[in-house]
């Protein structure tokens, strides 16, 4: 009798944890449905704009490089991961990585944001040009990535982070690094009409060297989104609603589907206060306990969706 019980809660347990396995697969793949249904990526964040270079060189080309407009791909050695790489065509000119289309365009709200991104050099710097340059039409700005030669990018192995303000503040340069600093008026009209970026990617003055970029990323004012998505509005006061930080209300949207792609739940201007979701129908009905899924917009920038689990 003992055998069978425990042959008996084996079987249970066994049962048990192919339910939790088949619903966290089931939970994955209707994520990723809904990604393919609004034809966003998951790695996209709200107020990010990144490249990883994880698999590729992501669009991005050179521009005076010995190995033409396509950087060279390297699958390993990056920081970590992949990166990309561009070497120095003729002595004495800066070779420069240029980004793809993604990072361009109206970019108003990433005033007083950041540019990061991490670089290493082949040999070591003993010139400090042109780290950063933003371009929209007519309008050049320009940015030393450091203050002197000691501040520049580490050789490899070896990685540099940098980070730079899109702000006034930073020290921005019209024209060239050594022209009048550009007004807050200036920045935010490059931003609003953004038409290139550039990173420098070597800082010695000979033929030949180059260095590596890793993990560009555009940031703007309001930082990254984040959602605490366990939501159990059961008037214990722990999680009654889906909490969203650093959405910037009121120019927002947030929106609830349940896992067959129904919209159940939508509010504009959400704020944590007055406009949440609380686990109810968008007609104030309680909605079952379960897995769903949000799309969150702000401003005009690309949604983001991911998944919360709902208790009632």
Known sequence: MERRRSDYNSVLSNSRQ???????MTTRFLFKALLILFGIANDTCIGQIVSTFDTADEGWTAFDSNTGNTPAYQSSGGNPGGFIQVFDAV????TFYVAPGKFLGDRSSYFDGRIEFDLQVSVAPNSNTAGVVLTS???????LIAPSVSGLPAVSPDWTHYSIRLSEVEGWRVGSTTGPVATEAQI????SNLTGIAINGEYNTISGDGGGLDNFSLWDSAGPIVVYNAVSPNGDGLNPYMRIENLAPPDNTVSIFNRWGDLVWEGSG??????????LSKNGDELPSGTYFYRITRGGQQPVVGYLSLKM
């Open 18 to 24: 192919q339910f939790y396995i088949a619903s966290a």
């Open 91 to 94: 002595a004495g000119t800066a």
């Open 137 to 143: 039409g007519n309008m050049t700005l320009m940015k």
């Open 188 to 191: 935010r009209g490059v931003l």
């Open 270 to 279: 959400y704020n944590n206060d007055t406009i949440v979701f609380r686990g």
